[in-house]
């Protein structure tokens, strides 16, 4: 054979086995398929399996800068932990009408990919078909959007996606076919009614979903722009994040620095008070802090009395944004509370990981997790799942 032919054969070979992992193909990421296993090993602190398993809950977890969307479920007491890699994910979102998960892609261009449980392997994997327990969610959609949207959170508002478009200071509405809307954002962008969508001045970074957007409110990092924005070294966050109302589109509650994650449960807004670890409620226009946990705070989920809420490191370039951490002390992680106490009734830990994003609790009975285990794979089982998943809605009667 010709130098040539050898080069043509090599170049073959190399691109027949290239696209073969599922991790792979559903992440359209070529590095998918190599996730460092440090970064999901865990310390688990107190009753933390307990809390999931008593709650029948698995706790969807985003790691933006490992690029990992991690679940966690304790299925019969016994302990899991799952994960689809997906480029810098952010902001979750469970549709429980349709019983599908959201994910937001916060890289240029973004994207939200959407997650559906697989039910059953259809007569194609060659046992005339079956139910797969665990129900693993799995890639059956993607939308791209241009990167200047800069998307943060997710919620469902009145029964439709919709996302924070940071880098326009709004609140956009996903449509059916693939496209957005601007639908909200505050007084302050506007000069003589009209808006200023140009670039990020307040950080405005998430969404505590109501059943429309009037009843919605939203959390940011300054009330009006200024010449110092957001990502610059200078820019001013002790005290000045505030907590919009969506009916008036004015802030509602003041002196909160760099707050994230507002969700309303039982009634009350909370929300996270990130740059000094807290999480707690807006009562009478002011933060109130329910808990103080070891690091960054973001990513708030509820299921009943239980709240949800995750930790970050603090990355050395954005140090001026957190002045009441100890940063040397902060941990990445997630922690059970008991929202009628503030106690913590257990966490887990990620040693050598970075910053957590969202956290979203989903009953156990919709999906026990993702399709890839912690520790060794399962590549029989990967290839046989993402060859013939099913994940036709089921009756709900049944």
Do not use: K
């Amino acid at each position: 054979m010709s130098a040539n032919g050898r080069a043509r054969a090599a170049l073959r070979a190399r691109h027949d086995a290239a696209w073969r992992d599922p991790a792979e193909v559903g992440a359209l990421w070529r590095e998918a398929g190599a996730v460092d296993p440090r970064l999901l090993a865990q310390r688990v602190r107190g009753a933390f399996w307990d809390v999931l398993a008593e709650a029948d809950l698995t706790l969807l977890v985003t790691r933006e800068y490992e690029h990992l969307v991690l679940a966690l479920s304790a299925p019969g007491g016994r302990p899991a932990t799952t994960y689809l890699p997906l480029p810098h994910p952010s902001g979750l979102a469970w549709d429980a009408e349709r019983r599908q998960l959201h994910v937001a892609s916060t890289r240029n261009p973004n994207a939200v990919y959407t997650l559906r449980p697989a039910r059953a392997l259809g007569a194609a994997a060659g046992r005339g078909g079956r139910e797969v327990p665990d129900r693993p969610l799995l890639p059956a959609g993607c939308h791209f959007h241009p990167g200047c949207l800069y998307l943060h959170d997710l919620a469902i508002v009145g029964g439709v996606l919709h996302g924070n478009a940071v880098g326009q200071n709004a609140i956009v509405r996903f449509e059916p076919d693939g496209g957005h809307t601007r639908v909200w954002w505050p007084r302050a962008i506007e000069t003589r009614g009209v808006p200023d969508f140009a670039r990020n001045y307040l950080q405005l970074n998430s969404i505590a979903a109501g059943p429309d957007l009037a009843h919605s409110f939203f959390s940011a990092s300054a009330d009006a722009p200024a010449t110092r924005r957001p990502g610059q070294r200078n820019f001013p966050v002790d005290g000045r994040g505030v907590v919009f109302d969506g009916a008036t589109r004015e802030p509602i509650a003041r002196g909160l620095t760099r707050p994230h994650s507002a969700r309303l449960a039982a009634g009350r807004i909370w929300v996270a008070n990130s740059g000094y670890g807290e999480v707690g409620v807006v009562d009478g226009g002011r933060f109130e802090p329910h808990a103080r946990l070891p690091g960054w705070t973001r990513g708030l989920g509820f299921a009943g009395h239980l709240a949800f809420a995750g930790t970050s490191r603090v990355l050395p370039r954005f140090r001026q944004y957190a002045p009441g951490l100890d940063l040397d002390e902060s941990r990445c992680g997630v922690h059970a509370l008991d929202t009628r106490t503030g106690r913590v009734l257990g966490s887990v830990l990620w040693p050598f990981g970075n910053q957590i994003f969202a956290v979203e609790p989903v009953p156990g009975r919709e999906t026990r997790g993702l399709p890839f285990a912690a520790g060794r794979r399962a590549r029989d089982r990967e290839r046989e799942l993402f060859y013939a998943y099913d994940t036709t809605e089921e009756d709900r009667g049944s």
